[in-house]
């Protein structure tokens, strides 16, 4: 994990290649899990029979699953110190180029493509391509946007003389 101590210093990354994550095995059980939650329950994500005879010769991760692992993915490439919050601010153009098959190790390449300035903090965007090993294309590319705001400067407290003392110190 790439480690940036603060915002300025995680600037100078804007344009390169951060990293990659770890390798990340996807399982029918996840793909049926991901499917109870949102009801898509089509054949060829959570029927291995029906899709052995499919055109992906077995089941396949849905898109918006494998959209959904990118940021566990993006927090084992690097960390910005200093920022008090992250958020979620959406995604740019998302891409599915190839299926990703159940069963597959899929590992995630992380760019940062932009910093803005916003209120209180900075607008940054990833460039994302979730790769899935032996495979020749990418089976997502999305450009996620957060919001980052810096933790503020913790101000000493003012010290305050004991009592029996004056601003100059206590005298006997």
């Known amino acids: 994990m790439k480690i940036y101590r603060n915002l300025a210093e995680w600037?100078?990354?804007l344009g390169t290649h951060i990293g990659h994550s770890d390798w990340y095995t996807v399982t029918q059980d996840e793909v049926n899990l991901f499917a109870?939650?949102?009801?898509?329950h089509q054949w060829i994500h959570v029927d291995p029979v029906?899709?052995?005879d499919g055109p992906f010769d077995g089941t396949i991760v849905h898109g918006y699953f494998t959209l959904s692992l990118i940021p566990g993915l993006v927090w084992q490439?690097?960390?910005v110190d200093g920022i008090e919050m992250s958020?979620?601010?959406g995604t740019d153009k998302v891409r599915f180029p190839a299926p990703l098959p159940v069963g597959a190790r899929i590992r995630a390449g992380?760019?940062?493509?932009a910093l803005?300035?916003?209120a209180g903090g900075v607008q940054e965007v990833l460039r994302v391509t979730v790769e899935r090993e032996g495979g020749d294309k990418p089976v997502c590319v999305a450009d996620t946007v957060s919001l980052l705001f810096p933790a503020t400067p913790a101000v000493p407290a003012t010290p305050?003389?004991?009592a029996g003392t004056n601003d100059v110190g206590s005298r006997p």
Request: charged content about 35%.
């Open 11 to 13: 600037e100078t990354a």
């Open 36 to 40: 109870e939650a949102t009801g898509d």
């Open 50 to 52: 029906r899709a052995k």
């Open 77 to 79: 490439v690097f960390r």
């Open 87 to 89: 958020m979620n601010y």
């Open 110 to 113: 992380v760019e940062l493509v």
């Open 116 to 118: 803005e300035p916003r």
């Open 160 to 162: 305050v003389a004991p």
